[in-house]
C-alpha cells in the first residue's frame, strides 16, 4: 500500500562539493526528470528545502491529461491531439505559448505510456473543466492522482539511488565566465556551503503561497487564501532571474472555484467531484453556471454571487466515483442527508427550491440537454440516489500560470530569447504553457511531459 511506503532521505553530511546535475524541488517535475536523467546514465541528486517531499504535487486531486491514449480506447474515447491542443489553447485565451502547448499536446500520451513502463498505472478516466473528452487519467482505484504519483516516483528513486536531500535551500545559483551553469550556493542544516554543478534543473513550482509576491502582480488578489503548501514560495523564479533569466505572464494567476476554507486550512475540493456530475448552487439553492467552463468563468460566477461563495451539490453514485469525498467528509467538510431536504436544511438552503434544481438536472441528464446552462460534460450520472452531500467552497488562490520563461526543449531563456546554458526548468515555476487559465489535469501532465524533456536534454547538454 502507498500510505505503508517510507522514503529513505539522504543524510546532508552525505551532500558533495560537486555534481553533474542537481535538481532542485522533490514535486513530480524534478521527481520525474531525476529519474529519467539516472536512467540515461546520469547521476542526478535533488535538493528540497522544505522537510516535507513532493510540493504542490501532492495536493493534486483531478488526474492526468492525455490524448489518443490506449487507456482513453479501453474506455471507447476517441481523442485527438489536435482537439487537445486547441481546447487548451481556447481555455487558455488564445495566450498560451505554442511552441510549449504543441509539445506538450503531442507527447502526454507518451508520458502516460512512460508511468506505465514504471509500473504507474492511470487506467480510469475523468473529465475537467474545458475539455469536451475524457482525457484525465488516474488510478483504477480512483484515488487522487497527487499523493499516489508523488509515492510511486519516491519509490524509483529510492529504487534508482538517487540521493535526495531535505531541508537544503539553493540562496544562489552561479554561472562561469563563458556564462553557463557553474553551480550554487546553498544552506544546509543552517551551514552555508557551495556546490558545483554542471547543470541544474529547475523544478521549484510556483509562488501561490508567497502573498506580497502575488499581491505585487496581482493586487487585486489581496487576503484570497491559497490552496498551496507553504513552500511555493517562488524561489526558483527568483534565482533563475538573478542569473539573467526571463519571465512571462507573472500576472496570471489561477484561482480555483471550489475551495473549502471555512476553517483555517483550505481544502481544493478536485474537479473530479464536477467531472463526475456534481452541480453547483446559490444560497437560493439554484444552479447559476455551466459547472463545467473554465476555472476562471466558473470562480468569477461564484465571485459575481456576493453570497460568500456557493454550494457543491451531488448523490451517492457520484461520490462513488471520487474517493477524495471519503478525505473531505472525515475532516467535517462535508453535510450529509437522507434526502436533497434533509441535506438542504443541515446547508442552510431552501429544501423546496434544492429539490426542483435537483430534479431539473436530473431530466437534464436523462435528456442530455441542459436547457439552462448548455454544459455537455460530466452527465453520465443523476443526483438521483441517497445519500445526498453538499460541500461550501468559494475561491481561492490556486496555481500560478507565469514563471520562468523556457524552450520546448526546457531550456531557460533571457530577455532575448538566448538559452542560459545548462539551466532548465520544468513544472509551475516555467510561464507561458497555461495562458491566462490552466486546464484542470494539465498542471500533473506537465510535470510529467517536461520533466521527462528535462532529463533527456540535459542529458544531450552533457554529452
Not at 57 to 82: I, W
Not at 247 to 253: A, N, R
Request: proline share 2%; with cysteine.
Amino acid at each position: 500500500m502507498a500510505d505503508k511506503f517510507k522514503f529513505r532521505l539522504t543524510d546532508v553530511s552525505e551532500l558533495k562539493d560537486s555534481y553533474d546535475l542537481v535538481v532542485i524541488g522533490s514535486g513530480a517535475a524534478g521527481l520525474t526528470s531525476a529519474i529519467q536523467a539516472k536512467e540515461l546514465g546520469l547521476n542526478p541528486i535533488i535538493l528540497e528545502k522544505m522537510d516535507k517531499l513532493g510540493g504542490n504535487s501532492t495536493r493534486a486531486s483531478s488526474g492526468m491529461n492525455a490524448a489518443e491514449t490506449l487507456v482513453q480506447l479501453k474506455h471507447n474515447v476517441v481523442d485527438s491531439y489536435e482537439d487537445f491542443f486547441e481546447e487548451t489553447y481556447v481555455g487558455g485565451g488564445r495566450m498560451n505559448n505554442t511552441e510549449l502547448l504543441r509539445y506538450f499536446t503531442d507527447h502526454a500520451a507518451l508520458s502516460i505510456d512512460w508511468l506505465a513502463d514504471h509500473g504507474i498505472r492511470l487506467d480510469d478516466i475523468t473529465i475537467t473543466g474545458g475539455m469536451s473528452k475524457m482525457r484525465t487519467h488516474r488510478p483504477a482505484s480512483m484515488a487522487p492522482i497527487g499523493a499516489f504519483l508523488v509515492t510511486e516516483l519516491l519509490k524509483q528513486i529510492q529504487e534508482l539511488e538517487i540521493p535526495l536531500f531535505a531541508g537544503v535551500k539553493v540562496n544562489e545559483l552561479e554561472k562561469d565566465s563563458d556564462g553557463k551553469v557553474a553551480g550554487m550556493k546553498v544552506t544546509a542544516n543552517g551551514e552555508a556551503k557551495h556546490i558545483a554543478a554542471k547543470a541544474i534543473i529547475l523544478a521549484t513550482g510556483g509562488f501561490g503561497a508567497n502573498q506580497d509576491m502575488l499581491v505585487k502582480y496581482r493586487p487585486d488578489l489581496k487576503g484570497y487564501k491559497t490552496t498551496n503548501q507553504v513552500g511555493a514560495t517562488g524561489d526558483g523564479i527568483r534565482l533563475a532571474e538573478e542569473l539573467g533569466a526571463k519571465v512571462v505572464d507573472m500576472d496570471q494567476i489561477q484561482v480555483h472555484p471550489t475551495v473549502q476554507q471555512d476553517n483555517a486550512h483550505a481544502y481544493l475540493i478536485g474537479e473530479a467531484v464536477r467531472g463526475e456530475g456534481a452541480i453547483l448552487v446559490n444560497k437560493s439553492g439554484k444552479r447559476f453556471i455551466n459547472e463545467l467552463d473554465t476555472r476562471k468563468t466558473v470562480s468569477n460566477a461564484i465571485d459575481g454571487l456576493n453570497e460568500g461563495g456557493a454550494y457543491l451539490v451531488f448523490g451517492k453514485a457520484i461520490r462513488d466515483r471520487v474517493k477524495a469525498v471519503e478525505f473531505y467528509d472525515s475532516i467535517g467538510l462535508v453535510n450529509t442527508g437522507n434526502t436533497v431536504e434533509e441535506v438542504a436544511d443541515k446547508t442552510g438552503l431552501d429544501g423546496k427550491a434544492l429539490a426542483e434544481t435537483v430534479a431539473t438536472w436530473n431530466k437534464a441528464v436523462a435528456d442530455h440537454n441542459d436547457t439552462e446552462f448548455g454544459r455537455t460534460t460530466g452527465m453520465d450520472r443523476s443526483i438521483e440516489d441517497g445519500p445526498f452531500y453538499t460541500i461550501h467552497i468559494a475561491p481561492a488562490v490556486h496555481y500560478t500560470m507565469g514563471g520562468v520563461g523556457i524552450n520546448k526543449e526546457t531550456e531557460v531563456l533571457t530577455d532575448d530569447d538566448q538559452v542560459i546554458p545548462g539551466l532548465y526548468a520544468c513544472g509551475e515555476i516555467v510561464g507561458g504553457l497555461h495562458g491566462n487559465n490552466r486546464i484542470g489535469g494539465n498542471s500533473i501532465a506537465e510535470t510529467v511531459i517536461f520533466g521527462r524533456q528535462a532529463g533527456q536534454q540535459v542529458f544531450n547538454y552533457l554529452n
